[in-house]
């Protein structure tokens, strides 16, 4: 079984990941960090040359590979729910967990210099601007995917995780009460 982590770029999928694998003692991977060692390059670096187009492709070909991996958390990039295939492929290997955080925190976090510095622009415009606008389009994506929605504004990376393998825990007692009514 993989847990998906989904959810807008700086919603902390990457700070979770690791802590949630260490609590169940399953291993984690980071989508992005898969696509660049493959490419050899950063993912700037793919979207300036191969375009968004290019990056989905490769984002996608990875998907498919480590969805085939068992007992692993994926931190998935924020924009790996915009292809349906992608959707029906992370919703069928497991539960998918969406890390929602406000627009405004979204904003003020991937404002900050390293952000910028390292994430390719989606749209060329200001950062408040582009988060209200693409969010707008994903939310009902991220929703539609999720098997669990979880707030991760104002807790700490740590108890993000704690919450999430508690909820998983509750579900999947749950379904195996309902397989056996
Ligand atoms: C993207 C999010 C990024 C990365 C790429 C595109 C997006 O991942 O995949 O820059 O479209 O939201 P993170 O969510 O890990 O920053």
């Known amino acids: 079984m993989v847990i998906t982590l989904i959810g807008y770029r700086g919603c902390g999928k990457s700070s979770v990941a690791p802590r949630l694998a260490r609590r169940l003692g399953w291993s984690w991977v980071d989508s992005d960090d898969v696509i660049e060692q493959r490419a050899g390059c950063s993912v700037k ?49 497991g539960p998918v967990v969406w890390l929602h955080v406000s627009v405004a925190i979204l904003a003020r976090r991937l404002g900050e210099r390293s952000s910028v510095q390292r994430r390719p622009s989606l749209t060329g415009k200001p950062i408040t601007e582009e988060v209200a606008e693409v969010m707008a389009v994903r939310e009902p994506l991220y929703r539609e995917c999720a098997t669990l929605i979880m707030d991760a504004e104002s807790e700490r990376p740590e108890q993000v995780a704690r919450r999430i393998e508690r909820h998983l825990a509750e579900q999947a007692q749950q379904t195996q009460e309902d397989s056996t009514v």
């Open 45 to 93: 670096d793919i979207f300036e040359h191969e375009g968004e187009a290019g990056f989905r492709k490769r984002e996608s070909e990875v998907l498919a590979d480590l969805l085939q991996q068992q007992n692993v958390v994926i931190a998935s990039g924020g924009g790996v729910i915009l292809a349906e295939a992608n959707r029906q492929m992370i919703k069928s290997a």
